[in-house]
């Protein structure tokens, strides 16, 4: 490196310059504004300007030979190591520091810190508890521990982590609130399109209270449950969150979130997107406004064929009059070329202007004019036998075991298949219900293999940008099984209700983060392989001040993550200056 002092008429301006190869020759980079003249004399203090500027460049250039000088570290192989004395580090959770000091998380928890008495470093224990749900999801008490894995030590105990839960728990909605905010300098988002999904986490005990119920568990657990309702963008990164008692029906959950998000974020127009469980007439009214012609809140949302009054049932199973994005003709799906027709989703539609609904209307109700899409894939109807057969092979074999019992039929339940004689052909009682294949409840749902129906009240959306907009829905359930599966926020082994909620927004943090970390690398990597890259990079630090010796392997993925948040940790060693300038790296804004 050199100094470059760059004089004009009243002043000089200072650089540290340094010359480069590169394939079209060499470059010069600047690698440091030291400042006009007048700031060069402030920082040197008394000493000559270009004096002060030139020792500068030296300290630079000696700190620079002292990295790429040639390290060799000397071990005895009759000296033991010392008792406790750590050696292994890992660095993976660098990548993600990155991205939790780009939100300004720090910020937040330096704010937040200014509202309450306490010593503890709230944005220590924060960080170490969304960095450790991601790499090594356990408890509280485990995250403690694992924390002295990073290359950076913790400075806080397990109480402190206890008493930062309630804190972070009364903060839950100015958390949420400044991520959003924070996180559009950080990547772009779409706000006209928002997912809403629930799911439900269950509790490793038998007395149900206030937040924890007993209700119908998604993991299918007899234990009490707590719902969380969970909103998405476009492009699959969480919004907002909220949870509520497990035995509470989802449905009306979504009013209250959405209100929320749409006067704390101040968004404009917005589609909310739901499936079929979420669509209740109230949620889609709500969705349903306009002001001066101009959409406000519109709704894209599942329906059920089963659940349509028979005229419109008909017309949706009808296999006549069906289309192919982009052409005019008509097809008959009964007789299509499987091979020419198999990856084709065909689509017929039609504007209802009285209430889609088997149930009887309250007498002077306003009804909600919808757009009813019904579409068809050859691929999804064999996909879906493909399914049911072996659900029914395996009533089959319930049935032929002699241990069938009679119980609740879910959805895909193979006892839904299983029917029981309780009369005999000449009309009297039989002694012992007898189990069957019921062959007219597996021909009735045959019926609507291949066909999948949305409702909507836009009317300026072609239906090719409707049925795309559907399908974006798999993402937030994606995001239901990151947190359950790779960051194990179930079971939940916390007592107090304001701890129960702090442990959600840690899983919500983690998720936001890692989504980003997702969106970012923008390469075709699955979950679970970004996740044990980034736990396996592991560091080995010989000794004090003699450096980091990567301890994982160098990959592809490890390139990506490497060039993407611009820093390197996989050098034969770093120094331990090296590190710091490193942990530094993370931390800009």
């Known amino acids: 490196m050199k100094l470059t002092v760059s004089k004009s008429k009243n002043s000089a301006s200072f650089y540290v310059q340094k010359t480069i190869r590169k394939k079209s020759g060499p470059t010069t980079i600047t690698v440091e504004k030291l400042g006009n003249l007048d700031e060069v004399r402030t920082k040197a203090g008394g000493k000559d300007?270009?004096?002060?500027?030139?020792?500068?460049?030296?300290?630079?250039?000696?700190?620079?030979?002292?990295?790429?000088?040639?390290?060799?570290?000397?071990?005895?192989?009759?000296?033991?190591?010392?008792?406790?004395?750590?050696?292994?580090?890992?660095?993976?959770?660098?990548?993600?520091?990155?991205?939790?000091?780009?939100?300004?998380?720090?910020?937040?928890?330096?704010?937040i810190s200014s509202r309450y008495s306490f010593d503890y470093d709230l944005n220590d224990i924060l960080s170490r508890l969304v960095f450790t749900r991601i790499l090594y999801p356990s408890s509280k008490l485990s995250a403690v521990k694992q924390s002295s894995a990073f290359v950076e030590q913790p400075s806080f105990k397990l109480h402190d982590v206890y008493r930062a839960l309630?804190?972070?728990?009364?903060?839950?909605?100015?958390?949420?609130?400044q991520l959003y905010k924070n996180s559009q300098k950080v990547i772009e988002r779409r706000k006209d399109i928002l997912y809403y999904d629930c799911t439900n986490y269950f509790f490793e005990l038998e007395q149900e209270d206030d937040l924890r119920r007993y209700g119908k568990s998604k993991q299918h657990q007899p234990l009490p449950v707590v719902g969380m309702g969970l909103f998405m963008d476009h492009d699959g990164i969480p919004l907002a969150f909220d949870i509520y008692p497990g035995s509470q029906n989802e449905q009306p959950?979504?009013?209250p979130l959405e209100k929320k998000v749409l006067n704390d974020y101040g968004l404009g127009s917005v589609i909310v997107c739901t499936d079929a469980g979420l669509s209740s007439k109230p949620n889609?009214?709500?969705?349903?406004?306009?002001?001066?012609g101009i959409p406000i809140r519109s709704f894209i949302?599942?329906?059920?064929?089963?659940?349509?009054?028979k005229d419109l049932k008909d017309y949706a199973l009808d296999p006549k009059g069906w289309h192919l994005i982009g052409r005019d003709e008509s097809f008959d799906i009964s007789g299509l070329d499987e091979d020419r027709y198999y990856d084709c989703t065909f689509y017929k539609d039609k504007w209802i202007k009285e209430d889609i609904s088997v149930k009887k209307e309250r007498k002077g109700a306003k009804p909600l004019e919808q757009h009813l899409i019904v579409s068809f894939s050859m691929k999804y109807r064999n996909y879906q036998r493909k399914i049911?057969?072996?659900?029914?092979?395996?009533?089959?074999?319930?049935?032929?075991?002699?241990?069938?019992?009679?119980?609740?039929?879910?959805?895909?339940?193979?006892?839904?298949?299983?029917?029981?004689?309780?009369?005999?052909?000449?009309?009297?009682a039989c002694e012992k219900e007898v189990p069957y294949l019921d062959t007219s409840a597996i021909a009735d749902e045959e019926q609507?293999?291949?066909?999948?129906?949305?409702?909507?009240?836009?009317?300026d959306v072609s239906v090719d940008e409707i049925i795309k907009i559907n399908k974006g829905r798999w993402e937030i359930e994606e995001c239901f099984r990151i947190m359950k599966t790779e960051f194990k926020a179930r079971p939940v082994y916390l007592q107090k209700e304001d701890r129960i909620r702090a442990h959600f927004i840690t899983c919500y943090i983690a998720l936001f983060i890692f989504r980003i970390l997702e969106k970012k690398i923008c390469e075709e990597y699955t979950c679970e392989e970004i996740i044990d890259t980034l736990r396996d990079m592991k560091m080995y630090r010989p000794g004090e001040k003699q450096g980091y010796l990567p301890a994982y392997t160098r990959t592809d993925l490890t390139d990506i993550l490497h060039e993407t948040f611009g820093f390197r940790t996989d050098y034969e060693i770093l120094t331990d200056i090296s590190m710091k300038r490193v942990i530094r790296e993370t931390k800009k804004k």
């Open 388 to 428: 049911r057969q072996g659900q029914i092979e395996r009533a089959q074999k319930l049935i032929n075991s002699g241990r069938y019992k009679q119980r609740s039929k879910n959805q895909n339940d193979p006892h839904r298949f299983i029917g029981c004689e309780t009369m005999t052909a000449d009309g009297e």
């Open 253 to 255: 959950t979504l009013k």
């Open 301 to 309: 949302t599942t329906q059920s064929i089963k659940q349509l009054p």
């Open 166 to 177: 309630s804190v972070l728990a009364k903060e839950n909605d100015f958390i949420q609130a």
């Open 448 to 459: 609507y293999d291949g066909f999948y129906a949305v409702c909507t009240n836009l009317d």
């Open 49 to 111: 300007p270009y004096v002060w500027a030139q020792e500068y460049v030296n300290e630079l250039n000696r700190r620079e030979y002292e990295e790429q000088r040639q390290i060799i570290v000397s071990r005895s192989p009759s000296k033991l190591l010392k008792k406790g004395e750590m050696h292994s580090f890992n660095c993976g959770y660098l990548f993600l520091q990155k991205i939790y000091y780009s939100l300004a998380l720090d910020k937040i928890c330096k704010n």
């Open 284 to 292: 889609r009214k709500y969705n349903d406004l306009t002001l001066g």
